[in-house]
């Protein structure tokens, strides 16, 4: 019904950026949430940011300063500009979106992404 497809992982040196775009396709009313999460090897999930409709965002202790989550809700669609970026940041991000409700008025579970890799390494 609904679809997240995340782009803009990749390797990058430390200290370097990249932004991570997500896309939600479906016939969508609207999405209350929306967030980053990531996953290191041998890590469990863990929150980088989120983003309401309304634009209040949240964000981890270790990445304040450092990233910047921000959305279209008109293109239902969310980034992750990450800058200064660590070695352990290294994870593969996955997209989220919370409180999803389509045209026919259905709210769905937490719908999630397939994931992206993002690789800090020099």
């Known amino acids: 019904q609904v679809q997240l497809v995340e782009s803009g992982g990749g390797l990058v040196q430390p200290g370097g950026s990249l932004r991570l775009s997500c896309a939600a396709s479906?016939?969508?009313?609207?999405?209350?949430?929306m967030g980053w999460y990531r996953q290191a090897p041998g890590k469990q999930r863990e929150l980088v940011a989120t983003i309401t409709s309304g634009g209040s965002t949240n964000y981890a202790d270790s990445v304040k300063g450092r990233f910047t989550i921000f959305r279209d809700n008109a293109n239902k669609k969310v980034y992750l500009q990450m800058n200064s970026l660590k070695p352990e940041d290294t994870a593969v991000y996955y997209c989220n979106a919370d409180r999803v409700v389509l045209t026919t008025g259905l709210s769905l579970q937490p719908v999630w992404g397939q994931g992206t890799q993002v690789t800090v390494s020099s």
């Open positions: 479906g016939s969508i009313f609207s999405i209350y949430g």
